[in-house]
Nanobody, 126 residues
Framework: VQLQASGGGLVQTGGSLRLSCATS????????MGWFRQAPGKEREFVVA????????YYADSVKGRFTISGDNAKNTVYLQMNSLKPEDTAVYYC????????????????????WGQGTLVTVSS
């Protein structure tokens, strides 16, 4: 499967952006889909993961209540709606897909994912 992330850009504090992750190959609903981000000089960190088959979603505490993951089967695209953005949300955002769900604690770790998109830059100005 191939993933292509888009939708990043420059936004002011408090603003919103919607990231998209277009998938090709098998439908995304067969995977655990995740979003991760990496700020300059920092390690890649977990943002959100969803298991479409199991209906489970996990958000990092730092984005809970502000970010929402969703999907459009017809477009084979996963979205990350980001509201109330803060300067600390500035990072390159990556979408990822995991073949086998396994235990949910694994979804929080980038090393558990099999496929990655190229990343899209989100910059939040103060």
């Amino acid at each position: 499967v191939q993933l292509q992330a888009s939708g990043g850009g420059l936004v002011q504090t408090g603003g919103s952006l919607r990231l998209s992750c277009a998938t090709s190959g098998r439908t995304f609903s067969r995977y655990v889909m995740g979003w991760f981000r990496q700020a300059p000089g920092k390690e890649r960190e977990f943002v959100v993961a969803i298991s479409w088959s199991g209906g489970s979603t996990y958000y990092a505490d730092s984005v809970k209540g502000r970010f929402t993951i969703s999907g459009d089967n017809a477009k084979n695209t996963v979205y990350l709606q980001m509201n109330s953005l803060k300067p600390e949300d500035t990072a390159v955002y990556y979408c990822a897909a995991k073949n086998h769900a396994g235990s949910s604690w694994r979804w929080l770790h980038s090393t558990e994912y099999d496929y990655w998109g190229q990343g899209t830059l989100v910059t939040v100005s103060s």
